[in-house]
């Protein structure tokens, strides 16, 4: 294979290749299980959130105008969204431009997580990446939330082992969101101890990982890069209930097997 000791942020699709990374698209039955109607729902008003998806794509169309202010309306704004769709409790933390620690190839590397939700043990919890904010380099962010999902697999395993658990994590599952303009496309990222071995080796792991992605049919069948100017009502109530029905993957809690926020800064950034 070709040799993957890349940073973080330049991997590709090769890079997924060469770790045996497949991601699959779902339909909505098939990744969310149940039918995203029957989600269960916080106490919040679906016309205040919507309002947030609004304001999101106002903030996304300024980027290119005014970048440093639009992003830090964009982490702020994908914060709230996911405090008014009822994903945290008091004991989390959602965290802007937050660092993380990967160890490949015998080296550890960092990667830039636009936004995390973490619990009271600093255990990653959801990954959101906003693909259009401006960035050094090209932008791959599926190969970017695998990572970040195999830095939180380590970092977990490493508390694990701090804490006296000898029990080391031989599979998890972590939820993703990347932004596409305002409109959200959902992951569920599989890691296992085979891809992790591989990562930190440099090697091809033994087995295929499936990567799991659900993109909504109205930004599938309208090509709606952060339209909601062409999105109908119906469309953002969609959007809604996906949003809903994700929750499930993040909180163990709201009744799924898959594993007042303070919102800071991240670790290890300037």
Known sequence: MNDPKVPVDDWTNEELTAYKINIQEKTEAEFFDVPVEDAISPNISDAKVSNFLDHLHQAIQNVSTQPMEAQSITYNLIGNLLFSLGYTTPDMVVRTRETLWLRMCYEQVAIRADV?????????????????????????????????????????????????????????????????????????VKITVDLNLGVQLGKTPNFETIVERYTPVCLREKASIGGLD????????????????????????SGSSINPPVLTKGRGTG
Do not use: W
């Open 116 to 188: 995390t939700l973490v619990d009271s043990n600093s255990k990653l919890l959801l990954v959101v990446l906003a693909s259009t904010l401006p960035r050094d380099v090209p932008s791959y962010p599926e190969a970017q939330i695998v990572a970040a999902a195999l830095a939180a697999f380590q970092l977990n395993n490493n508390q694990r082992q701090r804490g006296q658990l000898v029990d080391q994590l031989d599979m998890e599952h972590y939820p993703a969101i990347i932004m596409v303009g305002a409109l959200p496309v959902f992951y569920k």
């Open 230 to 253: 062409m999105l109908s009502e119906e469309d953002k109530e969609k959007i809604l209930q996906c949003y809903k029905a994700f929750r499930r993957f993040v909180l163990p809690s």
